[in-house]
């Protein structure tokens, strides 16, 4: 799911050389998996939401709504860049166990050292810290510039319905692809601007968030 045309005008965009390579890239980032994270101290704290009698014995067993729980370790992340002997990258070992994998995906052990050291944070290897501190929403997440499906294997279709592949001139349509993600940064970080000064207590309020956040993307669009 990707509304972009929320925030950039979608027929515009398609008519533009980066738009095979935007459309790579941002289809393939809607098919990244994020691996989540719920510790003990979570945990409780939603059995505390549902009745203080669902709240189970042992660590965190006082836990209160304002318990600071803690995190994982931020500076703990996959190599982005990484791919594994099979062409697979980090974020497709989500949900699988990197200690035991299934024999089936025929993978050799020097393999999956290189799994559980480039890819910390997919096989759930990451170390807690009591505190974390709040991302920059103007910081892009590390990764490589090309879309995927030109390094690797990357699966399922495009937005278009098609399977996913590498554009076409990848390399001469990226100062495009450039030029269009700032406009969509720029929208998606005065969405978040502007839900945070209305506030998302109700779904009018989301609804007046994101027409304040289309009309400054349209307004920095040249």
């Known amino acids: 799911c990707l509304d972009v045309n929320l925030i950039a005008d979608m027929t515009r965009m398609e008519q533009d050389p980066g738009w095979e390579t935007f459309k790579c890239k941002a289809t393939d980032d809607t098919k990244k998996c994020r691996a989540v994270h719920m510790s003990t101290c979570k945990l409780q ?16 067993a006082d836990v209160s709504a304002s ?10 992340q996959d190599d982005p ?4 002997e099979k062409g697979y990258f980090c974020d497709t070992w989500i949900g699988d ?10 993978y050799s052990s020097s393999g999956m050292e290189e799994v559980r050291a480039k890819c910390k944070r997919s ?6 810290k009591a505190s974390c501190p709040k991302t920059n929403c103007n910081a892009r997440a590390p990764g490589p510039a090309e879309c995927r499906a030109c ?3 990357v699966s399922g279709l495009d937005l278009d319905g098609r399977a996913m592949s590498c554009p076409a001139g990848m390399t001469d349509n ?11 940064d720029a929208g998606t970080c005065a969405l978040g601007a502007a ?15 994101v027409v304040i956040a289309s009309l400054t993307a349209m307004s920095m669009t040249p």
Do not use: H
């Open 123 to 128: 096989c759930g290897l990451c170390d807690e």
């Open 151 to 153: 390094l690797g294997k």
């Open 195 to 209: 839900i945070r000064a209305v506030g998302a207590a109700s779904w009018s309020n989301v609804l007046v968030a």
């Open 97 to 106: 166990d990197c200690r035991n994998p299934n024999p089936t995906f025929g």
């Open 81 to 84: 860049l990484f791919m594994d």
């Open 45 to 60: 704290q939603l059995r505390l939401a549902y009745s203080s009698s669902s709240v189970c014995s042992g660590e965190y």
């Open 174 to 184: 990226m100062a495009d692809y450039r030029a269009t993600m700032q406009t969509v």
């Open 67 to 76: 318990t600071a729980c803690p995190c994982l370790d931020p500076a703990c």
